[in-house]
């Protein structure tokens, strides 16, 4: 069993930064990959970062520069730091635990966080 508590979530003006955070708890392992993912209303569920190795991460375009992906490997946390926020970031966030089992992924999800960025 995996499960994610995402937190960090608020309300924040166009330019300002928040951090999300993810405590993971249950089956993780540190060759797995982490990741955020957001859902805007009336779009699908989308990347946002994911790291699978502390030298291995990667960015949706849209946020590259602006946002950085990290992990505590002892803590089994994963943050998403977010500066530069603009109103387009505004979307439920949520936390992503991937495993594969030998022939398959398996996908782990968190409840969700609400950011918002006001213009």
């Known amino acids: 069993q995996v499960q994610l508590v995402e937190s960090g979530g608020g309300l924040v003006q166009a330019g300002g930064s928040l951090r999300l955070s993810c405590a993971a708890s249950?089956?993780?392992?540190?060759?797995?990959?982490m990741g955020w993912y957001r859902q805007a209303p009336g779009k699908q569920r989308e990347l946002v970062a994911r790291?699978?190795?502390?030298?291995?991460?990667n960015y949706a375009d849209s946020v590259k520069g602006r946002f950085t992906i990290s992990r505590d490997y002892v803590k089994n946390m994963v943050y998403l730091q977010m500066n530069s926020l603009k109103p387009e970031d505004t979307a439920v966030y949520y936390c992503?635990?991937?495993?594969?089992?030998?022939?398959?992924?398996?996908?782990?999800w968190g409840q969700g966080t609400q950011v918002t960025v006001s213009s």
């Open positions: 992503n635990y991937a495993r594969w089992s030998g022939d398959r992924w398996s996908d782990y």
């Open positions: 249950g089956a993780i392992y540190n060759n797995s990959p």
């Open positions: 790291i699978s190795s502390v030298i291995s991460t």
